[in-house]
């Protein structure tokens, strides 16, 4: 009898626009979709999450970070989810030359009426993460 290897726990921080993410998260809990181990933070547009909280969220013990926002027609402040994936871009280059993976951070646009998608890329993101790894040598940085 072969036993399946135990995968290393992970943390998945997302931030979540309230117009659309955090909507879709709320729907997917309702339909048994939700997703465990995700620490959600709401944020009222994807656009006023700048470098340094999702530098601070790696910092805090996250593995992986997801900036969650509108579809780029959709978004009720006109700019915010374009100004988050650039945000985002330039983020993967500190993490890169900062020696971690840049596919550790990435920004998903999602509808609020689409929580399949919510859970299923969050979900893709720590398949990822359980191949990466957890940060660090021991695990987490210091831990």
């Known amino acids: 009898m072969s036993v399946a290897p135990r995968l290393q ?8 626009c309230r117009r659309s993410a955090e909507r879709a998260a709320a729907e997917a ?6 997703v465990p181990g995700l620490n959600l933070v ?6 006023r999450v700048d470098v340094l909280h999702l530098l601070k969220a790696f910092e ?9 926002g509108c579809y780029e027609d959709a978004c009720e402040f006109l700019r ?3 100004l988050a994936g650039r945000r985002v871009e330039y983020a993967q280059k ?6 971690l993976e ?27 993460l359980h191949v990466l790894g957890p940060r660090g040598a021991a695990g987490r940085d210091g831990e």
């Open 102 to 128: 840049p596919g550790r951070l990435a920004m998903i646009h999602v509808s609020p009426a689409s929580p399949h998608r919510f859970a299923r890329t969050v979900r893709e993101m720590f398949d990822k």
């Open 60 to 68: 805090a013990g996250a593995d992986g970070v997801l900036v969650m």
């Open 94 to 99: 500190l993490l890169a030359e900062a020696g």
């Open 29 to 34: 809990r309702v339909l048994g979709l939700d």
């Open 42 to 47: 709401s944020v009222p547009c994807s656009g």
């Open 9 to 16: 726990p992970v943390r998945v921080t997302a931030f979540c």
């Open 80 to 82: 915010g989810n374009i």
